[in-house]
């Protein structure tokens, strides 16, 4: 019996500066191919795209959460907080919130709406490391600069 495990990934293309589909990923040779609605970009350096995945959660207009994007929710009917999602050590997603430094539940997003990523955010640009942890990739995972 042969397992397979497919994961749900997507990536920040920085040389196009925009979110594409990951269509071959081969971290021996160092490729990734890039999917857009309207042409596919192959790179020999995969410098040029930083992954993300799928957290298996949706927000309330049923868009796919994936690691990186930035959230609004409304936990306490109060006032609506602003987070991105990442992981822990035991790879389970959460909302980091924004600047409060306050983690909260996955499940928070089913009320939220996604509206935008880190990567689009000026106060990230240049910060690959930093996002990198704050995704919680691994290094020889990490795609970056």
Not at 50 to 55: D, K, Q, R, V
Not at 63 to 70: E, L
């Amino acid at each position: 019996m042969k397992i397979s495990h497919q994961r749900n990934i997507r990536a920040w293309d920085k040389e196009e500066k925009r979110m594409a589909s990951v269509g071959i990923i081969n971290f021996m040779a160092g490729e990734v191919c890039l999917i857009y609605e309207d042409a596919t970009f192959c790179y020999k350096d995969t410098d040029k795209a930083a992954l993300t995945e799928y957290t298996g959660r949706r927000d309330k207009n049923n868009t796919k959460a994936y690691m990186g994007d930035i959230v609004e929710f409304n936990p306490y009917r109060l006032k609506k907080i602003k987070g991105f999602i990442t992981k822990d050590e035991y790879n389970t997603p959460y909302i980091y919130a924004i600047p409060s430094d306050k983690a909260y539940s996955i499940k928070n997003i089913e009320k939220g709406e996604i509206v935008g990523n880190i990567f689009e955010m000026p106060e990230f640009a240049g910060e690959p490391n930093y996002v990198n942890t704050l995704l919680g990739i691994e290094k020889e995972q990490t795609l970056h600069n």
